[in-house]
């Protein structure tokens, strides 16, 4: 549009629309932070259009779209940012490979729930500390929420219905902690044949 041998006003509209566009639909990709800057960019170069050759009609709800469209950009950056941070990417998994290397079956009893210790949160950096090859949990830490303490919680909130199937937070839990032990097989975290052999047992 800038090298174009002709000048219209609607140029940083369309330019602005086509950004947006573009930004909306990035989602159906992989996440990258390039992207994200190239559009930060490519708004940076709309705004100079618009001061150049832009409309002065109309201009109060460009610069609101436009500021808005930056705002997301920049926030979808500092959120990938936050996100690569966090022990839920590439660590989540290995962080429970970790963890279950100190599950005991033996205390398992499926009835009762006692003896299920697995982890459904609290996996924080007060708990944890990351070592160049293994991650190190304090087990002893009541901040770590487990399947077995959540069952012997007798809250009656717990027991309540969350849905119209009749599930109560007990059941989310539960569904919770194993959707965890199957996302470490999808990400390749080998866990031992004692862990796998009682979830087996508790799922039949």
């Not at 849905?163 to 919770?176: E, H, S, V």
Request: proline share 3%; with cysteine; hydrophobic share 40%.
């Amino acid at each position: 549009m800038e090298a174009a041998p002709f000048k219209n006003h609607l140029f940083p509209i369309w330019g602005l629309f086509l950004v947006s566009f573009r930004s909306g639909v990035s989602w159906l990709s992989r996440y990258d932070t390039y992207v994200e800057w190239r559009n930060v960019l490519k708004l940076s170069a709309i705004a100079y259009m618009y001061l150049r050759h832009g409309s002065k009609v109309g201009s109060i709800p460009f610069w609101i779209l436009w500021g808005l469209i930056v705002l997301k950009s920049l926030y979808t950056i500092l959120s990938g940012y936050l996100v690569s941070k966090s022990l839920w990417r590439g660590q989540s998994s290995k962080l429970l490979q970790e963890y279950m290397d100190g599950f005991t079956p033996d205390r398992c009893n499926p009835k009762t729930m006692e003896g299920y210790t697995y982890l459904v949160y609290g996996e924080s950096t007060k708990n944890i500390k990351i070592g160049d090859s293994a991650i190190i949990i304090d087990h002893s830490s009541r901040s770590l929420v487990t399947l077995d303490r959540i069952w012997r919680c007798g809250d009656p909130l717990l027991r309540r219905p969350v849905n119209r199937w009749g599930n109560n937070a007990k059941d989310m839990c539960l569904a919770f902690a194993l959707s965890r032990l199957l996302r470490c097989r999808m990400e390749g975290a080998t866990l031992h044949e004692g862990a796998v052999s009682t979830t087996r047992k508790l799922i039949c």
